[in-house]
């Protein structure tokens, strides 16, 4: 068995599901992977380093990170 990965944009999808769902029979096995937006890493260290400097200039109230810990 063979695995490949469709890259589908949201407009077509429907079409593309259609289309592949009159496989099953053949045998195609249809997966759905929900993937995570990409995130860039420049932004969220710029964005960060923002929110750090408005906690310290008290613009930004900050949570104690114990209530993260406990939320986990």
Do not use: T
Not at 1 to 11: K, P, S, T
Not at 34 to 42: G, Q, R, T
Request: net charge negative; hydrophobic share 45%.
């Amino acid at each position: 068995m063979r695995a490949y990965r469709l890259e589908v944009e949201e407009n077509i999808v429907d079409k593309v599901l259609w289309m592949l769902n009159h496989f099953q029979n053949d045998g195609l096995i249809l997966k759905e992977e929900v993937s995570e937006a990409k995130v860039d890493v420049k932004s969220s260290i710029q964005q960060a380093v923002l929110e750090m400097n408005m906690i310290k200039d008290g613009k930004l109230k900050a949570r104690p990170v114990e209530d993260l810990l406990n939320a986990l």
